[in-house]
């Protein structure tokens, strides 16, 4: 462990949590390099949506690498790249009858969203972007601008703008949309008209909170009506997170840009993509780059990873099973410790439970950590312990891992009770 303290920058912060060095993992275990065993209910942040070294991907992968498969070659044509884009088209977009063009960034989902909220002010003209309360978009600087969270914020030493914060959905009691529809028809409201709206269907690290279909098709229909561009951050809640491929389509809503990164590689492997409609595919060639936008290897896992999973809805059901499996262990713990627990959030494998405050959700993710389970906490106190396992899990295993957060439950609440008496 020494190297890592001599060497590495204090920046890190998931290794704080969990001090531990893994050597290898596979499906939904991590194995440490003196051989215990973690369940991994955090998967790589949404990274390892299909677990660690799928055996389908790892044998494309291998095959690839050993025939010579360009591994570097900017936004060069080539066949692996080829073949994501048709495997992209006749898995997932052409089903869902959505027209999207396909621009690739650098490797990271705050490159991808970046590159949307660029595009959106360059296609528009405007320079101001609507994002909401306890949104996360990513740490480079515009993208940091559109994130809520006041510690990440802390760390850009300038000042952040180009943005208008709105109240997400049951922020505090406030209507939203009202407010912001009143404030787009008010010449006086001082909110410059924007380019866009940035928002996640499923806010990921700022606590789980899922908006409503009714919500998100009301806020499409402002949108459309005022000609503002929709850009939905699908980076963490997308690829089957919250039970479908994308997090909008139960919403039955069409955005105008889309951000994905995180498990769209499938393997892990870097990787971030921008979907957007044809008509606002203005750009200049160059006018947005980076020297890794063709990671031909990311493009070899994320092709199999469409053809696997994506060809039917077998994996769609399997993930309904498990949310359902996750939501009823949730349900009966908020009954069981109402000093602990507030509330049930999110959707899909991306669900958590909000205790009363950051204490309770610490302890909780330690305890799970000393029984063999890698789980982390979300929201503005990190307050909300998220349940993030690979979507992969087998029921036995997610059973294993839920009985792990219940023991650990009993004896915090069992703690906290001798302590109040």
């Keep these: 462990m020494d190297i890592f303290h001599q060497k590495e920058s204090k920046v890190r912060s998931y290794s704080n949590h969990f001090p531990v060095v893994f050597a290898s993992a596979k499906g939904s275990w991590l194995k440490t390099d003196d051989g215990n065993k973690y369940l991994d209910f955090l998967s790589g942040a949404g990274a390892l949506n299909y677990g ?75 320079t ?49 949309l009202t407010l912001f529809e009143t404030m787009l028809n008010d010449s006086s409201s001082g909110m410059d008209k924007p380019a866009a709206v940035l928002l996640e269907v ?48 139960p919403a039955g809503i069409e955005p105008d840009l889309v951000t994905l990164s995180k ?35 990311a493009f070899i896992t994320a092709t199999k990873a469409l053809e696997t999973y994506w060809a039917d809805n077998t994996f769609e059901q399997h993930i309904h099973r498990r949310s359902e499996q996750v939501s009823h262990m949730l349900n009966q713990i908020l009954v069981l410790y109402p000093n602990l627990f507030i509330q049930v959030k999110g959707r899909g494998l991306m669900q958590g439970i909000a205790c009363k405050n950051g204490e309770i959700a610490s302890a909780i993710s330690d305890g799970c950590f000393k029984g063999g389970m890698i789980i982390e906490t979300a929201g503005p106190d990190d307050e909300v312990v998220k349940f993030f396992c690979p979507l992969t ?25 001798k302590k109040a008496s």
């Excluded at 066949?79 to 063009?101: G, V």
């Excluded at 409503?212 to 499409?220: F, I, M, V």
Aim: charged share 20%; proline share 3%.
């Design 52 to 126: 660690h070294n799928n055996d389908v991907f790892k044998q494309a992968l291998l095959a690839y690498i050993e025939r010579d498969g360009l591994t570097h070659g900017l936004d060069l044509y080539s066949q692996a790249k080829a073949d994501f884009l048709s495997a992209l088209s006749k898995y997932i977009l052409d089903p869902r009858a959505l027209n999207y063009k396909v621009q690739f960034t650098g490797p990271t989902g705050t490159n991808a969203v970046e590159a949307a909220m660029k595009l959106a002010r360059k296609v528009t003209g405007r």
């Design 128 to 176: 101001n972007i609507i994002a909401f309360t306890n949104g996360f978009h990513g740490c480079s600087a515009g993208a940091l601008a559109a994130t809520g969270n006041q510690h990440h914020r802390g760390g850009a030493g300038m000042d952040l703008s180009g943005i208008t914060r709105m109240p997400y959905e049951n922020y505090a009691g406030v209507d939203s």
């Design 202 to 249: 499923v806010q990921g690290e700022g606590g789980l909170n899922a908006a409503s279909n009714e919500w998100l098709q009301r806020l499409r229909k402002i949108c459309t009506a005022h000609g503002v561009l929709m850009i939905v951050d699908d980076i963490q809640a997308g690829c089957g997170r919250t039970g479908t491929f994308f997090s909008f389509e």
């Design 263 to 297: 498990s769209i590689g499938g393997y892990g492997l870097p990787m971030a993509i921008v979907l957007l409609k044809p008509e606002l595919d203005q750009w200049l060639p160059g006018e947005h780059n980076g020297t890794f936008r063709g990671n031909n290897h």
């Design 393 to 417: 899990i087998t029921e036995d295993e997610l059973a294993q891992g839920l009985d792990i957060f219940a023991g650990v439950v009993a004896g915090v609440s069992a703690k906290i009770t």
